[in-house]
């Protein structure tokens, strides 16, 4: 949930969006890192696409795939138009009919652009995770121009600079779906401990975790509550966090613990639906 930016003297802070709900009759939230300047029209593309499905009609993850794609595909067109405007005096469309104010393109010009655009980077990646409304899970990684990586086991995804770092301290705990919320919690708050040393120091303290339910419910957590400080003293250095499994003591600390996040959502059928 916070913003923080790489070798930089503006300080981590809570005010500039990387998280999201959407305006669907099912739990969907997505988490962004990047250039906010392109996260954010992704975000509001993907919000225009999931509000077009079909409000009575049942929605399968293929619906929710083919709204990350084409949110993706349409912002890094306008993306790539400008900088070909900017670099070449021409439009994307205009490249891609090969012709140009005066006539045909030359061809060496075309390929030079064709290249250009190879080679432009796309600096967003995207998690897209919830339920639809028939308990099916979402959960989607979506980096740069790399292909969609969907899972429904779900596997472990992670994004931005510490990605690697965090990545490596859940393999370390052998973060698995099969695991207990206060066990993932706790795996996940040293995950963000971890990512937070990444060299470049781009990575800040997060201001919550968040965690939503098949039912539709959704909740924040502070990743500064006592029970993670208690539990990482705990378990520093211990090979297993087994025992936060089945533990009704650490399920009610961290039911004390949640913060109810209040989701609006339309209900209204889309007439485009």
Request: hydrophobic share 35%.
């Amino acid at each position: 949930m916070r913003s923080s930016y790489p070798r930089s003297a503006i300080q981590p802070h809570d005010w500039t969006g990387k998280q999201w709900d959407f305006d669907v009759p099912f739990p969907v939230i997505a988490c962004v890192a990047g250039t906010l300047g392109i996260c954010q029209p992704v975000v509001d593309e993907l919000n225009n696409r999931l509000r077009k499905l079909p409000r009575k009609a049942s929605v399968y993850c293929e619906h929710i795939e083919n709204a990350i794609r084409d949110a993706r595909s349409r912002t890094f067109r306008r993306y790539a138009d400008w900088r070909i405007r900017m670099s070449y005096g021409m439009t994307l469309m205009e490249w891609q009919r090969g012709k140009v104010p005066g006539g045909k393109m030359n061809k060496l010009i075309h390929d030079e652009v064709a290249r250009f655009i190879d080679g432009l980077q796309f600096r967003v990646e995207l998690l897209v995770a919830g339920f639809l409304t028939n308990g099916d899970i979402l959960f989607y990684k979506a980096s740069g121009k790399r292909y969609i990586e969907g899972s429904a086991s779900p596997g472990v995804y992670v994004i931005g600079t510490g990605g690697r770092l965090a990545m490596a301290q859940l393999n370390k705990r052998k973060q698995s779906i099969e695991y207990g919320l206060p066990r993932t919690l706790l795996h996940i708050a040293e995950s963000m401990d971890e990512a937070q040393t990444v060299e470049d120091k781009s990575v800040g303290k997060p201001s919550s975790f968040t965690i939503a339910w098949r039912d539709g419910r959704v909740a924040r957590i502070n990743p500064e509550a006592p029970i993670f400080r208690d539990w990482k003293a705990a378990y520093k250095g211990r090979e297993s966090t087994a025992s936060l499994d089945g533990s009704e003591i650490a399920a009610r600390q961290v039911a004390a613990a949640l913060q109810e996040h209040i989701v609006e959502r339309s209900n209204a059928q889309n007439p485009e639906g």
